[in-house]
């Protein structure tokens, strides 16, 4: 038995939304909206082209204005826009321990992480707290932010 077309589109939609209470930043929902919005052209008789094409625009257009909307949350220097400030992270290993640049997990990934604290160089496995972000690399230090 083969499933129908707008099914399939509404289980992705589902699986998209649901991926994204994990990561927060919006852009799987409005993937998951793309989907779900395939799903209706598919019901409503469309073919496989039009499906895709639909959906797709959707999540783009939806993907452009969630970037804009990060973009234009506050400046952007790293440390005032940063939802995870405060966050704990487990020091993996020094990438390059003179330098403070080190591997993190954190929610269950490993990041580039460069710890600012002078000479202050933990071992692996301790816990370090985030306090901003340059790029895709994590700026933490070795106390909560605040304490």
Do not use: C
């Not at 909206?33 to 499906?51: E, H, K, T, Y």
């Not at 939806?62 to 400046?75: D, E, I, M, S, T």
Request: net charge negative; glycine share 14%.
């Amino acid at each position: 038995m083969i499933m129908e077309t707008w099914l399939a589109w509404v289980i992705v939609g589902f699986v998209l939304v649901i991926a994204e209470l994990t990561t927060g930043t919006f852009y799987l929902l409005v993937l998951g909206a793309g989907a779900f919005v395939a799903a209706l052209v598919s019901w409503a008789g469309g073919g496989l082209l039009l499906q895709s094409v639909v959906g797709g625009l959707v999540a783009i257009g939806g993907a452009l204005l969630v970037h804009h909307w990060h973009g234009a949350r506050g400046p952007s220097d790293g440390r005032a826009n940063l939802l995870d400030r405060g966050q704990p992270v487990v020091l993996e290993a020094w990438a390059n321990e003179s330098a403070g640049l080190a591997r993190v997990k954190y929610r269950g990934a490993s990041w580039d992480a460069r710890l600012v604290d002078g000479d202050n160089r933990p071992p692996p496995g301790s816990t370090l707290y985030i306090d901003g972000m340059e790029g895709s690399t994590l700026i933490v230090v070795p106390a909560q932010a605040g304490s």
